[in-house]
């Protein structure tokens, strides 16, 4: 199922424009990941742990393309890419009406209403697919502004693990949520 481009205006007047990525955008998208993770606190994976090569990100790209249950988008600003946001349909039968939500921003584009874009574009699309009927994610129970931004778009809470994430010696909670679509 296609999704259909948007322009969206942003809180710093900004207009970003949110589109289906495309095999050509393997090695934008890849430095943009390579730019955000190690700024981020709530994304679980450490730079040196990004090894994907540009081929490996197109077929990376290329899965969300042939796979009728799951999406990548990408937020583009002046040609750039700022973010991107997935939503990885399962491949077991028995789970292939469920997709788990990832993403990610530069940090100069956080807190400015890309996530709730992002956030709302695949969630309109995942409501239109007749595929999909659960949408999940997984959050740090530390991650306030993710919480909102989760709550606000109808994210209801299913469960805690404790100690889920460990970074420099510390432990984090890890809380999914899910959304009927």
């Given at each position: 199922?296609k999704?259909?481009p948007?322009?969206?205006?942003l809180?710093?007047?900004?207009?970003v424009f949110?589109?289906?990525?495309?095999?050509?955008?393997?090695?934008?998208?890849l430095?943009?990941?390579?730019?955000?993770i190690?700024t981020s606190?709530y994304?679980?994976k450490?730079?040196?742990?990004?090894?994907?090569?540009v081929?490996q990100?197109?077929?990376?790209i290329?899965s969300?393309?042939?796979?009728?249950?799951?999406?990548?988008l990408?937020?583009?600003?002046e040609g750039?890419?700022?973010?991107?946001?997935?939503l990885t349909g399962?491949?077991?039968?028995?789970?292939e009406?469920?997709?788990?939500i990832g993403?990610?921003?530069l940090?100069?584009?956080q807190?400015?209403?890309?996530?709730?874009?992002?956030?709302s574009?695949?969630?309109?699309?995942?409501?239109?697919?007749?595929i999909?009927?659960?949408i999940?994610?997984?959050?740090?129970?530390?991650?306030?502004s993710?919480?909102n931004?989760?709550?606000?778009?109808?994210?209801?809470e299913?469960?805690?693990?404790k100690?889920?994430?460990?970074?420099?010696?510390?432990?984090?909670?890890n809380l999914?949520?899910?959304?009927t679509?």
């Amino acid at each position: 199922m296609k999704f259909e481009p948007k322009q969206i205006t942003l809180q710093n007047a900004k207009t970003v424009f949110i589109r289906q990525a495309e095999v050509s955008d393997a090695e934008d998208l890849l430095n943009c990941v390579k730019t955000y993770i190690p700024t981020s606190k709530y994304i679980p994976k450490l730079k040196s742990e990004i090894k994907l090569t540009v081929d490996q990100e197109k077929e990376w790209i290329n899965s969300f393309i042939i796979n009728d249950n799951s999406l990548l988008l990408v937020a583009e600003y002046e040609g750039k890419i700022i973010g991107n946001i997935d939503l990885t349909g399962s491949r077991r039968k028995i789970m292939e009406h469920t997709a788990v939500i990832g993403m990610g921003m530069l940090q100069e584009w956080q807190n400015i209403g890309l996530g709730t874009a992002l956030l709302s574009a695949i969630i309109e699309w995942a409501k239109n697919n007749p595929i999909l009927e659960l949408i999940w994610l997984q959050v740090y129970t530390e991650n306030e502004s993710g919480l909102n931004l989760y709550r606000k778009m109808g994210f209801v809470e299913n469960g805690i693990i404790k100690n889920f994430f460990k970074r420099d010696d510390k432990y984090f909670h890890n809380l999914t949520m899910t959304l009927t679509v």
